[in-house]
């Protein structure tokens, strides 16, 4: 363990203490919300995402230990270990190098050199193999291993089991597969060319039909879009190696200078590598490849997704919800600031001039009867028409303002389980006009009710592996909903089984007991809920709020455990629990310098970074930290594609951060496309560095492509507002 602890803080950089207390605080169960949140003491207020890849790592070389003990014991029990061996598999950092060792202790099936073995040629191999400088001519030696009972009738049968022997041996070699894994990941090259008979076909995988990528620099999307292009029959892919360069580091291996034998050797060895190694490495470094393309695409899932659920929400205002369709219509929705339903409509905008002022007239009769002040448009098929449709509408109806919401996933939730229990009444597509409206009003309570892989911000992702990326999504839903916290009186099931140390069953208890019991009124009446015991109330208290609580403190990030130190800290600085509660804490800050923040945090028996976030969160009871965040793009006017002018600047929003750009709404239907090389002025490895989802930007169109519906935009040399 002490090895893993070394590992982790040489990787992390940091002191091998913080690590030793991570470790700890998740074998005894603690989640990292909780951990990130209220042990920074113990940690050095590591963040959640640092804290998240301190676990995954902690699996993995815990899976590491296992398996070196499982290849330990599997070697000691066939009498074959040796103190050299031992070491070795001490010092092996990764799997691949691990399952090296392993490999010529490993229960094969039957291949060509068992065979050879089973007729009485491995002594000879062994012989040739060692290719001492007064040994005989392999024609010679081989004579005395001719045996027509084991089935070798000749030398040149001999010779061919006793080669078969050797080049095992040496493609089962760690030391020459690890020179050669090196040799290939520098100078290989992915390649792929179209699959036969595709070679005229039009494709998404045309930039494929003849490419190369040397391993070293072929990109994570590039890696993934080969593999879909094979599976789909489109592609054939291939490792291509220059074969001479990689014998040269099998020679210089296993050739012994002036050595007997030589020509034999040498030529077991090109077999080796042809028939045997060469695959084998194909397999291996494409596999790595696709690891580290998924691990790559999840990353890049998991930055786009996080902004994404802490877009500020439109919190306090009626809002109209617009699912645009053609056939069946435009479902509409109008929920009230809490995320109420008050009226649902069918219209139809797009089928006649007719049926549009039907439509316009619906929609300004239930504006003016709910007092709407903001409508959500999802931005699916027929969106542009309805945008269209909702401009004329605000010429005739003041006061209203609209923004264009991604529907992503909207269906696959509207169609749910848990929307059925929701909206029993409703049929499916009113209720996607429903979750359209409480998006623009919540992002963060809307979108955790949807498969994080539904939401539409990452790439490939239906390619990727199912559960790792679950994991990885799902934490990030966690983190986010502690970050901002729930209203315990409020809160669906959906969002309270993403608080830290809740789950489902739990949700469901909780939503219940408050609807038998009424409201909570303070933190501590949620451990009367059933199977919410003290452990999951430690991990959980601090991220719900309860605003009807007497207490203030129930309704802020201050843990329970640190009442009395708040307590204290106010009294230290002249305030009282009253002040708190009227949002008077101007000055809490300034007193608290003054006495000396680690002078006051000894007084109030916290560490110093527990002090500063608990004097935070006393001098914004409630707080919201998505309001901090610059507010959405609310429209008033709307843009054709045919209004787009190279040169134009327009403000958007930042929809997507994949590999290669960044996808911005800019008030047409189509998104367009930042090229990564005019992200910014500066090299970047990843428009991440620069750009999140829902970040508000400028850009300037370069060129518009109305037949493929294609935008090309820059964030480069714009001019100053």
Known sequence: MEDIIQILAEELKRPPQHIQNVVALLDEGNTIPFIARYRKESHGAMDDTTLRTLADRLQYLRNLAQRREEIRRSIDGQEKLTPELSDAIDNARTLAELEDLYRPYKPKRRTRATIAK??????????????????????????????????????????????????????????IRKAL??????????????????EEETSVYQT???????????????????????????????VEMDREQALICVRRAVLVPGGGAAAFVRAAAEDAYDRLIAPSMERELRTALTDEANEGAIRNFALNLRPLLMQPPVKGHVTMGLDPGYSHGCKVAVVDSTGKVLNTAVVYPTFSKMKREEAITTLARLIEKHGVEHIAIGNGTASRETENAVCELMGRVKGVSYMIVSEAGASVYSASKLATEEFPQYDVNLRSAVSIARRMQDPLAELVKIDPKAIGVGQYQHDLPEKRLDETLGGVVEDCVNAVGVDLNTASASLLRRVSGLNAAIAKNIVTYREENGAFTARKQVLKVPKLGAKAYEQAAGFLRVPESRQVLDNTGVHPESYEAAERLLSLCGYSMEDVAQGGLGELNGRLESFGVEKAAEFCGVGVPTLRDIAKELCKPGRDPRDELPPPILRTDVLEMKDLKPGMVLTGTVRNVIDFGVFVDIGVHQDGLVHISRVCDKFIKHPSEVVSVGDIVRVAVLEVDEKRKRISLTMRGLPKE
């Open 118 to 175: 089973e007729r009485g040629l491995e002594p000879l191999a062994l012989l040739l193999f060692s290719q001492a400088r007064d040994l005989a001519e392999p024609e010679v030696l081989a004579e005395d291993y001719v045996n027509q009972d084991l089935g070798v009738g000749n030398v040149q049968e001999a010779l061919a089991g006793a080669s078969d022997i050797v080049a095992e041996m040496i493609s089962d070699d760690a030391a």
């Open 181 to 198: 894994r090196a040799l290939m990941q520098r100078m290989a090259v992915l390649r792929s060319v179209a699959a036969k008979g595709k």
């Open 208 to 238: 494929y039909y003849d490419f190369s990528q040397p391993l070293s620099k072929v990109q994570g999307h590039q890696v993934l879009a080969v593999n879909r292009g094979e599976r789909e029959d489109f592609l054939k892919v291939s």
